[in-house]
């Protein structure tokens, strides 16, 4: 069974440029959820979708967005990027409904750097 | 006051060694606890879940909670070189979806040298 996928790995942007971060889940997980980890916070959740509907949202600036599309693929975008943004950009899936609740099955991350 | 505290190590052992690695919280409203291991460069994967209070048992890792204290703790029994990684506290709880919104600790750092 694949697992959670991310693209890109790695990525270079300038201040104020903006991104995008795909997600693929592992077959069958309705549930997606996105973490920014960094050195100075650790692992901080950003928002978390299930069956297309955003469910909860971390305290984020609107500058982070994502959406879930109806084969529970996930994508978040940045836009107008900061030197703060910096970090690694994780993924993951749950079953939600009938897997444990906070069994996240996680990516390898997307690693975000901005100049 | 954040809401999940993890002492960052680093941890450095001998091989062998018993490990107690824990996290104090301070949202009683959190219901399910869980250890996350990450080896360096890769994703976190769940390592230990507990409901509530009580103790588990997996092998060479036992995971303990105690809700009254807000204090959780893992313990690595035997501990290998492949034991080499950074730890991640996490709990979740309240009313319907916030189950999935996982508050995690900063991690601890463990180095077991052979």
């Known amino acids: 069974k694949a697992g959670v996928t991310q693209t890109p790995r790695y990525l270079i942007k300038t201040r104020g440029q903006q991104v995008t971060l795909s997600c693929s889940p592992i077959?069958?997980?309705?549930?997606v959820s996105w973490y920014q980890q960094t050195p100075g916070q650790g692992l901080q959740f950003l928002f978390e979708?299930?069956?297309?509907?955003?469910?909860n949202k971390g305290n984020f600036p609107g500058r982070f967005s994502g959406r879930q599309f109806s084969n529970s693929r996930s994508e978040m975008n940045v836009s107008t990027l900061e030197l703060g943004d910096s970090a690694l950009y994780l993924c993951?899936?749950?079953?939600?409904?009938?897997?444990?609740?906070?069994?996240?099955?996680f990516g390898e991350g997307s690693r975000l750097t901005v100049l | 006051q954040k809401e999940v505290e993890q002492d960052p190590g680093p941890l450095s052992v001998p091989e062998g060694a018993i490990v107690s690695l824990n996290c104090t919280y301070s949202?009683?409203?959190?219901?399910?606890f869980m250890w996350y291991r990450q080896y360096s460069r890769k994703g976190p994967e769940l390592l230990m879940y507990?409901?509530?209070?009580g103790n588990k048992e997996d092998g060479r890792f036992t995971a303990q909670v105690d809700k009254s204290s807000k204090y959780i703790s893992l313990f690595i029994r035997d501990s290998q070189p492949s034991d080499s990684a950074t730890y991640l506290c996490?709990?979740?709880?309240?009313?319907?979806?916030?189950?999935?919104?996982?508050?995690f600790g900063k991690g601890t750092l463990l180095t077991v040298n052979p």
């Open positions: 993951a899936s749950s079953l939600a409904g009938t897997g444990l609740p906070g069994e996240l099955f």
């Open positions: 949202n009683s409203a959190f219901q399910y």
């Open positions: 996490a709990m979740s709880g309240g009313s319907g979806g916030s189950n999935y919104k996982l508050t």
């Open positions: 077959s069958g997980h309705r549930s």
């Open positions: 507990t409901y509530s209070s």
């Open positions: 979708y299930f069956s297309e509907t955003q469910r």
